[in-house]
C-alpha cells in the first residue's frame, strides 16, 4: 500500500523530509511537495547578495531541477489548511493525504515595525538583499544601525555577521573612518547560548570599532528625524538602518488553527502536533530550537525516519534531540562554528565554539555543496 504524504513548503524542512522519504521507500510512498516559489534559496546566500559576492542568478536552485523520486512538486500557493481532515487548499486546487507536513517557515511583517518600509532596508528577503546591495555603494559617510526589530528571528548570529562584513566592504573601499556601525539585538549577547561565541564576535566588534547595543529591541523608525526608536524609548539616529524584520507564521498557518502565541506547538521528540497525522518542522513551529535551517532540517530527518519506519514496521527510530551546528562569518573570510544543543539541560541551551580555521570554512562550504546535490543534484566541485 502507497502512504500519502503532502509536504507543504519547500524550505531546509520541506526538502530534506521529501528527499529522505523518496530515497528511502521509493514507490512505497507518493510524496507531494508544494511550494509558492520556484527555486530554494540558502538563507545565508541573502548575505552574499547583500554585499556583492554573488549574483541573484547564482544563488537560485530552481526547483525544476529537484532530484527526488517519486516527489512531485507543485508550484502552488496554500491558502487553507483544514488539519483535521488534512486536507489543503492551493490556487491549483485540492490536495488531502495520510499525512500531512506543515514546513511553511516564518514570513516577514514589516509593517509590524512603524518607519521601516520607509526610511529602512529589510535584509533577510531576497528582494530585501537585492535593494541593500543597490543603496550600499552610495553610502560613505554617518552612521549605519544593523537592528532587530522582533525578539525571535532567524539564525540569531546573522545580525553580528552583517555588521562585520559591512566594517570589512567599507574598508575595502576606504570610508570605514567615516561611518560609525551599530548593532542593535535583544538579546545581552550575540550567541547567549555560547559565551566563547559571544567572546569571539564581541572581539570582532572591538578590533573593528563596531558598537554593540544589547538588550535592546528597535521598535520603530521615525523617517523626519531619520531616528531608530529603541523598545525603551530611547533613540538612535542613523543614516543607514539594515533592518532584521518581525517574522510571524505565514497568514495561511495562523488562519488554520494550528497556532498557539503565534507559531505551531509540537512535541518535541516527535514533531507531531494535536492533530492525528499532522507533523510540522522548523521555523513555523515553536519547538524550543533556533529559526535556523540546520535546525528544520534536522526535525525533518526525524519526521522521515519515524515515516519509514511505520511504514516498514520497524522499531520506533530517536525522536528530535535539538542539537545542530552554526557557521559564523567573522571577517577575512575566516568562518568559526557554534555547536549548539537545546534540549539536554531544559531552559538552559549550550554551545560549544570552534575557533576558524580552513576546516571550519570547508564545512560551511560543504553544508551548502552536499545539500546542492542531494538536493538539486548539483555536481559537486
Ligand atoms: C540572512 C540570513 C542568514 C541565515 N543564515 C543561516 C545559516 O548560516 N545557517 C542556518 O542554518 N540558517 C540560516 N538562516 C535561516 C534559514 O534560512 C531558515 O531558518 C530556514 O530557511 C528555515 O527552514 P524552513 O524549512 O523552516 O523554512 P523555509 O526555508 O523558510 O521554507 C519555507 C517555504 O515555505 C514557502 N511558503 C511559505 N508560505 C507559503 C504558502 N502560503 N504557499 C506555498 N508556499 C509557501 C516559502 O516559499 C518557503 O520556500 C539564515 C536566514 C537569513 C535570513
Redesign the pocket.
Known amino acids: 500500500m502507497t502512504t500519502s504524504v503532502l509536504v507543504?513548503?519547500?524550505?531546509?524542512?520541506?526538502l530534506e523530509l521529501s528527499s529522505r522519504l523518496s530515497r528511502a521507500l521509493g514507490d512505497q510512498v507518493d510524496v507531494t511537495l508544494?511550494?509558492?516559489?520556484d527555486a530554494?534559496v540558502?538563507?545565508?546566500s541573502?548575505?552574499d547578495l547583500v554585499f556583492g559576492r554573488r549574483t541573484p542568478e547564482a544563488v537560485r536552485l530552481p526547483y525544476r531541477d529537484l532530484m527526488t523520486p517519486h516527489v512531485r512538486f507543485r508550484q502552488?500557493?496554500?491558502t487553507e489548511i483544514d488539519p483535521e481532515q488534512r486536507r489543503v487548499v492551493t490556487d491549483g486546487g485540492v490536495h488531502k493525504a495520510d499525512v500531512l507536513v506543515i514546513?511553511?517557515?516564518?514570513?516577514y511583517d514589516v509593517a509590524a515595525t512603524p518607519g521601516l518600509a520607509e526610511a529602512g532596508h529589510e535584509?533577510?528577503s531576497v528582494a530585501g538583499a537585492e535593494r541593500l546591495r543597490d543603496v550600499l555603494p552610495s553610502f560613505r559617510a554617518g552612521t549605519a544601525i544593523v537592528g532587530v526589530c522582533g525578539t525571535s528571528f532567524?539564525?540569531p548570529p546573522?545580525p553580528s555577521e552583517t555588521a562585520i562584513l559591512l566594517d570589512e566592504l567599507l574598508r575595502t573601499r576606504g570610508v570605514r573612518d567615516d561611518v560609525h556601525v551599530q548593532v542593535v539585538i535583544p538579546f545581552g549577547t550575540p550567541v547567549p547560548p555560547s559565551p566563547a561565541t559571544s567572546d569571539a564576535i564581541l572581539g570582532r566588534f572591538a578590533e573593528r570599532g563596531i558598537e554593540f547595543v544589547r538588550g535592546r529591541r528597535v521598535a520603530a523608525l521615525d523617517p523626519t528625524t531619520r531616528e531608530a526608536v529603541l523598545d525603551d524609548g530611547s533613540r538612535l539616529p542613523f543614516d543607514l538602518f539594515l533592518g532584521v524584520p518581525v517574522h510571524r507564521a505565514?497568514a495561511?498557518v495562523e488562519a488554520s488553527g494550528l497556532t498557539q502565541d503565534g507559531w505551531i506547538p509540537v512535541d518535541r521528540h516527535s514533531l507531531a502536533t494535536r492533530f492525528p497525522g499532522v507533523y510540522a518542522?522548523?521555523?513555523?513551529t515553536s519547538v524550543g530550537t533556533p529559526?535556523?535551517?540546520?535546525f528544520?532540517e534536522g526535525a525533518a530527518r526525524v519526521v522521515a525516519d519515524q515515516l519509514v519506519a511505520r511504514i516498514r514496521g520497524e522499531a520506533e527510530p530517536p525522536g528530535y534531540d535539538g542539537t545542530g551546528a552554526?557557521?559564523i562569518e567573522l571577517g577575512d573570510q575566516q568562518v568559526a562554528r557554534v555547536d549548539v544543543d537545546f534540549f539536554s539541560t531544559p531552559g538552559h541551551p549550550t554551545g560549544t565554539f570552534t575557533a576558524p580555521s580552513a576546516r571550519t570554512a570547508a564545512e560551511k562550504e560543504e553544508f551548502a555543496t552536499s545539500r546542492r546535490a542531494r538536493w538539486f543534484g548539483v555536481p559537486r566541485g
Open positions: 507543504l513548503g519547500a524550505g531546509f524542512g520541506g508544494v511550494d509558492r516559489a530554494f540558502f538563507g545565508f541573502k548575505l502552488e500557493t496554500v514546513a511553511l517557515g516564518a514570513d535584509f533577510y532567524k539564525c546573522a505565514p495561511v518542522v522548523g521555523d513555523v529559526r535556523a535551517g540546520v528544520s552554526c557557521w
